[in-house]
T-cell receptor, first 108, second 115 residues
């Protein structure tokens, strides 16, 4: 079967660094994506890793280890506006499988 | 600017009614998707389409059908709505590709309540 596992909730303080992990078990792996969704909003694309290693986009970085079927999203210099749900997703064929999401709470 | 629009943000229907959810994208994307989102379950794929008049079942197609008569428009149909179809429905589109990093662009969602 295909599955993705990520923590349901993470809490951190403003200005801190937080890491959201994702482990996956899929057939036909093409890459690991991350999406952000604020309450009442649509998911929006954050990053994509096809190869092992770290991809950096501003305050957000994403890491992939294909041999470990593992990746993470790293958020630095946390801001209150980063409070949202974060989904990891893997693509295989035309289907993208999404994790259940991690709810990030950023406290002042 | 990339845009995916959905016909309604909120919809209330009665059990047994036929429900149409419409999605339109203006990016000339080949692929379109319908998901439902429920707390703790993430996004689950109902149906997707990779071309006009083409459709493929996702993970939870039971009780749903779809229609894609034009490239920009993808409709989700609930033939006979039931209370367990109360959910947030999200439409998405992406450019051609076999899941290889093809970013999905989502609409704002339709929160459907079936009474």
């Amino acid at each position: 079967g295909q599955s993705l596992e990520q923590p349901s909730e993470v809490t951190a303080v403003e200005g801190a660094i937080v890491q959201i992990n994702c482990t996956y078990q899929t057939s036909g792996f093409y890459g690991l994506s991350w999406y952000q969704q604020h309450d009442g909003g649509a998911p929006t694309f954050l990053s994509y890793n096809a190869l092992d290693g770290l991809e950096e986009t501003g305050r957000f970085s994403s890491f992939l280890s294909r041999s470990d079927s593992y990746g993470y999203l790293l958020l630095q210099e946390l801001q209150m506006k980063d409070s949202a749900s974060y989904f990891c997703a893997v693509g295989g064929g035309f289907k993208t499988i999404f994790g259940a999401g991690t709810r990030l709470f950023v406290k002042a | 600017d990339v845009k995916v629009t959905q016909s309604s943000r909120y919809l209330v229907k009665r059990t047994g009614e036929k429900v149409f959810l419409e999605c339109v994208q203006d990016m000339d994307h080949e692929n379109m998707f319908w998901y439902r989102q429920d707390p703790g379950l993430g996004l689950r794929l109902i149906y997707f389409s990779y071309d006009v008049k083409m459709k493929e079942k996702g993970d939870i197609p039971e009780g749903y059908s779809v229609s894609r008569e034009k490239k920009e428009r993808f409709s989700l149909i609930l033939e006979s709505a039931s209370t367990n179809q109360t959910s947030m429905y999200l439409c998405a589109s992406s450019s051609m590709g076999r899941g290889q990093g093809d970013t999905q662009y989502f609409g704002p969602g339709t929160r459907l309540t079936v009474l």
